[in-house]
């Protein structure tokens, strides 16, 4: 009998159980909740003709299971590096440019040196990437220069926790990847999110015979010994084959309403991003900031992406203040990149404020649950496991969930199929 695995998300960890389920010619059926795949790496289409991605995702060569997976679907040539020469830091507070290298290695180069950087900071860096007891980053580093040039830009691009919380021990896995040579290439999208991930990874599992269904939330899973037996949708309820398989690739608080005894982490770090339409550069461009509350930016041909992290100090006030401050700040360094912006004259913009962007990452342990709840079904999701919540370890949570599920022994229920469900199993 055809065993099939019914994948709950299409998020990238739900995409990338899919593709490692039918990598070895098996079946499966993802259910989305939305009206687009894609989760929190999505590019949104408004009817007004202003796209852009939900904010601005970036990738590093050292991210080897999102590289490989980009090349299962035919889509690493999409990604390129927008800065080969170093990152270009702009201080709002000097109005200086400064190009800073990610690799340990390419600050043998003083153009490539992050500001302020000295023997002391090296050894402190190096106490941080081997660190073997979990600790705010920014207790290990100190009140140095290195903080503001380095570490606290790289901390909440990487954890999106700022670094007097955040985790050493998630950072510096981070980091330790980082190290290989050629690992610290960055890498963004050429035209966005759903055009070179999202659309790439459905084509290929629709060639591989699979269905991505949109707008069907899984209200409910319906259980019996320990196993799941039915999926409640928003309109249907699908019955699973005794051979049948799950994979959950939710975030932690929709997998808490459906299995409540489980353990998540529950507490969130918001990313703000303000999109400006306006005309910028044929071939994008990548840049920090310090000094602002700008983080970065993203200058592509139609518009000008600025990402804040961890924005927790600004994601509940007034939308349009926000991005007019924002504006302020990233002017000068467009201007510096030969574009026409001016302070008095901002673009039509948009304001997108994802609350729960990621686990917030602290120094210390996150309830986690165990990854194969129930014997035929499995969790998937960039917040599980001791890595950063990012699009790489959502694509390994989801190769996970697959092999484990391939790996086990789902135990067959010792009653028949059509025996009326139990209330408590359906609550
Ligand atoms: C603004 C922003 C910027 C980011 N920047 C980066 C970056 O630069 N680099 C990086 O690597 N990562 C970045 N991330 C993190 C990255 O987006 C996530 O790690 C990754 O997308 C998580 O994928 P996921 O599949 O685990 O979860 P999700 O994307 O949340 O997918 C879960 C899916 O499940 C669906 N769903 C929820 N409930 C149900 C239900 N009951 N039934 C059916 N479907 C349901 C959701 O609609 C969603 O599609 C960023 C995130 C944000 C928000």
Redesign the pocket.
Known sequence: MTRRTHI???????LSAALAVTADGNDAVV????PQ?????RTLQPVDGFIHD??????FTA?AHAINLLKAIGARGRWFEPEPQGLPLYDGRTGEMQHVGLSPWSWLLPSRRPQGLTLPDLARILRLVFTAKDRPVASLIGNRPIMDSLIEPLTV?VLNTPAAQASSQRLACALRKLLRPGAGRLLVARNGLSEDLIEPAVATLEARGASIVTG???RMLLTSHERVIGLALTDRTVMLGPDDRVIL???PY?VQRLLPALPVPTSFEP?L?VHYRMPGLANPRFIGFTGTLAQWALIRPTHVSV?VSAADAVVDQNASDVAERIWREVVPALRGLGLDATSGRQPETRVVK?KR??IRQAAEVLPQPPLQPLANLAL????LGSLP??????VM?GEQAAFILRHARCTRPSVPRDRPLKTEDAA
Request: charge should be negative; aromatic fraction near 4%; proline fraction near 4%.
């Open positions: 709950v998300g299409a998020g990238i960890a739900g259910y989305e909740a939305a795949p894609g989760g929190r790496c939900n904010g601005t995702h970036v990738l991210n691009a069907q939330r899984l690739a939710l975030p929709e990313i991003n990402t994802e962007a990621t998937a999701g960039d917040w919540a990012t699009i790489e370890s959502a949570a």
